[in-house]
Structure formats: structure tokens, C-alpha cells
């Protein structure tokens, strides 16, 4: 019974990170798919962006040069949920640490949301003006 810190209204533990929440370790496997998901991210072909800047119109430019700064921005949103989900991960317990990881966490998403929905709305008026 000397393997671990007996803490008060809890089991015995024999190592320090054994007492990881349930949702500390839903937020690392989160993380983990995230992080799996950063190359492939990564290595979409996001073109020849100074070819494709260049159109015979000016709409046809708009829409390029949009269509590929929310392409990046939807990239960095996703690195900032990762860098947000380690800092989770790291802040060891420490209430301001998660309070923090989980504010950047939610408003990434949002972020990430309100991107897509930029993308679309960028994609459905390009499809209205052609048409």
C-alpha cells in the first residue's frame, strides 16, 4: 500500500499523471487526431496561388484571392486548436491553465465555423454571378 500519495476521497496513485480526468483524456485523444490530421492539412494542393490570382476578370481574381486566404485561415485555426489542446494536455491540472486551453479550444472552433461558412457564402455568391 506504500506504492502512491493517498489523496483525499480517492484511490491510491502510483504515479502523479494516473489522476487525469476523464475529460483531460478525451482532450488528448482529441488532440491526437488533430495532430494526425496537420500533414494532411499540410499537404493539400492549395495550387499555383500566383497563377491562379491572375484572371481576365477582376471577379474571377476576388474569388481566388478569398477562396485561398480561407484556406489558410482554416489551416491556422486548426494549428491553434492543436497548440490549445496541448497546452490542455501541460497545464497539469492547473484551473486558470484548462480554463484558458478550453476558452482558445471553443472560440478556435467557432472561428473554424464561422471560415466555413465564409467559404461557402464566397462559393454560392461566385456560383450566382456566373449563372
Known sequence: MGRGKRCKNRQNYPL???KISTFTRSAIAASAAWIASVPY???LNFGNTAANLGGNDIRS???SVLS???SYLAL???VVIVIAGIRLVVSSGDEGAVDKAKKT???AVI???IILLANAIVSIVANLATS
Do not use: D, K, R, Y
Open 41 to 43: 492539412a499540410l499537404a
Open 61 to 63: 481574381t476576388v474569388e
Open 111 to 113: 472561428g473554424l465555423i
Open 68 to 70: 485561398t486566404v480561407l
Open 76 to 78: 491556422a485555426a486548426v
Open 16 to 18: 502523479p499523471f494516473m
Open 105 to 107: 479550444i471553443l472560440f
